[in-house]
């Protein structure tokens, strides 16, 4: 079964920075494209930024020049450094399969942007 843990998150002030990090297991990462995923309140759950297994990424508009999705197989990792954040990026942030999910979703991480 596919175990993914979300981490890395916390409370920013606005232009402030974060790093989350997804650990999953086994070698998903290796073979699988991946994406993070957000979920404001009272909004639906939406793709943030995706990594395929060749390593091309590809990004929301909204996040496009601030977030930078990144994987490390040795390790597997993957990441989102996440800079210039603004209140609208407030959320639980997810890692999953992309483009198609595992069943499975981590406890996800909580990201607050405030001043």
């Known amino acids: 079964q596919v175990q993914l843990v979300e981490s890395g998150g916390g409370l920013v002030q606005p232009g402030g920075s974060l790093r989350l990090s997804c650990a999953a297991s086994?070698?998903?990462?290796?073979?699988?494209?991946m994406g993070w995923y957000r979920q404001a309140p009272g909004k639906q759950r939406e793709l943030v930024a995706t990594?395929?297994?060749?390593?091309?990424?590809n990004y929301v508009d909204s996040v496009k020049g601030r977030f930078t999705i990144s994987r490390d197989n040795a390790k597997n990792t993957m990441y989102l450094q996440m800079n210039s954040l603004k209140p609208e990026d407030t959320a639980v942030y997810y890692c999953?399969?992309?483009?198609?999910?595992?069943?499975?979703w981590g406890q996800g991480t909580q990201v607050t942007v405030s001043s």
């Open positions: 999953n399969g992309y483009p198609i999910q595992f069943a499975s």
């Open positions: 086994g070698t998903i990462l290796r073979v699988n494209g």
């Open positions: 990594i395929r297994s060749g390593g091309s990424t």
